[in-house]
């Protein structure tokens, strides 16, 4: 009798870096245009880019493929 196991699936660990599912399973990420010159912004918009935003419905289902176990 042949042991047949099903192989682990990996995480592609740079995107899950970059994303995270909450309990609801949405899946979030940073905004762009954060990363520098946010000087010359105003307060309000430099303190709106440090909530994480959701994806697109189209792009969760790419991202489920490589986050498995999220």
Known sequence: MANKKKRKLKTKKAVAKRFKVTATGKIMRRPTGQGHFNAKE???????????????????????????YL
């Open 42 to 68: 105003g307060g309000k918009k430099r303190r709106s880019k440090r909530k994480l935003v959701p994806v697109s419905k189209a792009e969760a289902k790419k991202l489920k493929r490589l986050l498995p």
